[in-house]
């Protein structure tokens, strides 16, 4: 007889999920419901709007300004050349 715990681990997804309560893989085309794919669409037309406010927004001016053009220019800076105080921080 098996115990409860090799039973749960046979009721268990490969991430440790109970069986009610896996993932969908979405690469089935059986395990995407149409409210998934709603939700999809519903994304994607949402980031389709936003770009296009963004983009109308550059177009006007309105991010044509020296706080901005600096904030920008710091994140890219960050990126780029870490700031020495982050490489200090994994030493120990």
Aim: proline share 7%.
């Amino acid at each position: 007889m098996a115990s409860n715990q090799e039973s749960s681990a046979r009721d268990a997804d490969a991430d440790g999920r109970p069986a009610d309560q896996a993932v969908p893989d979405p690469s089935s085309p059986d395990e995407i419901s149409k409210s998934d794919i709603d939700l999809l669409a519903e994304l994607r037309q949402a980031r389709k709007d936003r770009l296009a406010q963004i983009k109308a927004d550059v177009e006007a001016g309105a991010y044509d300004s020296e706080e901005i053009l600096n904030a920008a220019l710091e994140r890219m800076f960050d990126r780029v050349i870490p700031d020495e105080e982050d490489d200090t921080k994994d030493e120990p």
